[in-house]
């Protein structure tokens, strides 16, 4: 993996959904563990990480049962689908990838995507 180029996001009211996507340039996507984390003024913090095998996910207690975490290796895509927004989700979402998705996000992330803004109105 090379670049992740991110997508979606926007202004959305609270109780709506939305999914975010982010599309990797590079080779052997298939082999990399996938993350998204997300970063207000104050601080970045884990969402949600896919394993490679997809054999595995995790969720941030903040998001779990809301979010969705998913991929197609078929077109070096992952996803973000995040449901019964709140004003709480509102930040700068950024997709990541790189080896060893764990319960806190990636432990080594090989690349960064650029952020993609999520605001909830209330």
């Known amino acids: 993996v090379q670049d992740l180029v991110q997508s979606g996001g926007g202004l959305v009211q609270a109780g709506d959904s939305l999914t975010l996507s982010c599309t990797a340039s590079g080779s052997r996507f298939s082999d990399y563990d996938l993350a998204w984390y997300r970063q207000t003024p104050e601080i970045r913090t884990f969402a949600a990480s896919i394993?490679?095998?997809?054999?595995?996910?995790y969720y941030a207690d903040s998001v779990k049962g809301r979010f969705t975490i998913s991929r197609d290796d078929a077109k070096n895509t992952f996803y973000l689908q995040m449901s019964r927004l709140n004003v709480d989700d509102t930040a700068v979402y950024f997709c990541?990838?790189?080896?060893?998705?764990?319960?806190?996000?990636?432990?080594?992330?090989?690349?960064w995507g650029m952020g993609t803004q999520v605001t909830v109105s209330s």
């Open positions: 394993s490679a095998n997809s054999d595995s996910t």
């Open positions: 990541a990838a790189g080896r060893t998705a764990y319960a806190k996000g990636i432990r080594v992330v090989s690349a």
